[in-house]
């Protein structure tokens, strides 16, 4: 179990690096933390998350 969590955290932080245009060892740490959280915030819009709220809205104006 906890072999497949690391893994798991493993397979994420690849997944990071590769989203990411930075290299971790350039040592550009806060630039590097920048940009996950931009990836991170352009994959929530992209997925539909950041537009659930109004989603949830209109159906709630449309039902009442």
């Known amino acids: 179990m906890r072999l ?3 893994m798991n955290r493993k ?7 590769m989203m990411s245009d930075y290299d971790v060892m ?3 740490a806060d630039v590097y933390r920048s940009e996950i959280r931009s ?3 352009y994959f929530l819009r992209m997925s539909g998350v950041e537009l ?3 989603i949830v809205w209109v159906y709630v104006g449309l039902v009442m």
């Open 4 to 6: 497949k969590s690391y």
């Open 52 to 54: 659930l709220p109004q």
């Open 11 to 17: 397979q994420i932080f690849i997944l990071i690096l």
């Open 39 to 41: 990836s991170k915030r």
């Open 26 to 28: 350039a040592g550009n």
